[in-house]
Structures are given as C-alpha cells and as structure tokens.
T-cell receptor, first 114, second 116 residues
Framework: AQSVTQLGSHVSVSEGALVLLRCNYSSSVPPYLFWYVQYPNQGLQLLLK??????LVKGINGFEAEFKKSETSFHLTKPSAHMSDAAEYFCAVSGVEGRRALTFGSGTRLQVQP | GAVVSQHPSRVICKSGTSVKIECRSLDFQATTMFWYRQFPKQSLMLMATSNEGSKATYEQGVEKDKFLINHASLTLSTLTVTSAHPEDSSFYICSARAGQLADTQYFGPGTRLTVL
C-alpha cells in the first residue's frame, strides 16, 4: 500500500523568496517519487522524479527535491520564487520501479506575491 | 518528446447521453495508459489502468459498465462515459507510460466534462 501526504494545502511566498513544498510518503516497496505541476484547466507536467539513484534530484524550472528515507520525505524546493511558479503542485508515489499507477497527494497551491 | 493529447478538451452534454474522450500518445508507443478523475480543488484519483489489447483494470468503486475503456492500439485509449449524469461532471485526465519498463507517466491536458 502507498500513500502521500502533502502538508499545507496553500503556501504563499513573496517573489524571490525560498519555496518549500512538503511531501511525506508511505510505501511498502521501494518508492519512485514524482513532483508534478498543474496550471489551471491543464494536465500535469513532470517537474522531477526520484528513481532510487541520487537522493538530490534536480528538475525543470529551478526546482529540486531531496529524498530522505529516514524521514520518508521528498520535499520540493526552489531558491527564488517567480510569479510564473504560481500553480498547483502534486507529489506522487509509485511502486515496482514506477510501473504502477501513481498515488497522488492532495496537492499544494502555491501563491507568489509580488 | 513524450507528448500526450486528449480530445475534446471540453464537452458539455445532456444527461443520459454518452461521451467519448480520446487519449493519444503522439511520439511514443504507450503499452499502458491510465485514466484519472479530478474533482474541483481536489487531487487526481485513479479510475482504471488500460493495457493495449486487453481489458482495463478498474479501481474499486468505479463502474466498468459506466466508464468504458478501450485501448485498441499502442497510441490510443478511449474513455466513454455512458448515460452521463450531472455527478459525472469532472476533469478527466489520462496518462501514458512508454513501454513496460518505463518509470514515468506523461499526462494529457485533460478533458472538462459538464453534464447538464
């Protein structure tokens, strides 16, 4: 069984400030972990993924995430927020080397204030 | 690469009618496609897993006779909502995986279904 918990349904930061979106997972098998971004009325775009290689994963648009097995966490960070980062972010987990369907967290809406 | 399209992007229909949504992988062959449903301000919930050439596997609580899924080719899966009712109004998103060993799903842009 797998599950994902995203702490904070809404996060608001100022432009240029650090972005930190939290994700904790539970998985009975070695997890593959993903962060997706969704803009209004659009599908999901892959930001980055963890596939059991390097624990610090770099993605697109300056985002990165660190896999911490001891904390069962996969938090998403970006050093400096841009207005264009405002969107909904989903953390997801998949087992069996990513070949299963994804289990999503509830999502975090990121607001960027000017 | 790894582009997935969905058609239509938006559909409005009357209660009792059927609606077909297409999901296509444009630049890769997708042996497995997934159909998700997303209610407003909520997360994605898996409805079914579709494997090319075989019957779809539905999640618990999803009516297979109401949500017909066909995956007739390696680039196309269809979801037909039969006898649609207002409670079926939702955002339907498909995703595709490139090959049995692929670890990443690529998502379509979604279809907004409104049943009047």
């Amino acid at each position: 069984a797998q599950s994902v918990t995203q702490l904070g349904s809404h996060v608001s930061v100022s432009e240029g400030a650090l972005v930190l979106l939290r994700c904790n997972y539970s998985s009975s098998v070695p997890p593959y972990l993903f962060w997706y971004v969704q803009y209004p009325n659009q599908g999901l775009q892959l930001l980055l993924k963890y596939t059991s290689a390097a624990t610090l994963v770099k993605g697109i648009n300056g985002f990165e995430a660190e896999f911490k097995k001891s904390e069962t966490s996969f938090h998403l960070t970006k050093p400096s927020a841009h207005m264009s980062d405002a969107a909904e972010y989903f953390c997801a987990v998949s087992g069996v080397e990513g070949r299963r369907a994804l289990t999503f967290g509830s999502g975090t809406r990121l607001q960027v204030q000017p | 690469g790894a582009v997935v399209s969905q058609h239509p992007s938006r559909v409005i229909c009357k209660s009792g009618t059927s609606v077909k949504i297409e999901c296509r992988s444009l630049d890769f062959q997708a042996t497995t496609m997934f159909w998700y449903r997303q209610f407003p301000k909520q997360s994605l919930m898996l409805m079914a897993t579709s494997n090319e050439g075989s019957k779809a596997t539905y999640e618990q609580g999803v009516e297979k006779d109401k949500f017909l899924i066909n995956h007739a080719s390696l680039t196309l899966s269809t979801l037909t909502v039969t006898s649609a009712h207002p409670e079926d109004s939702s955002f339907y998103i498909c995703s595709a995986r490139a090959g049995q060993l692929a670890d990443t799903q690529y998502f379509g842009p979604g279809t907004r279904l409104t049943v009047l």
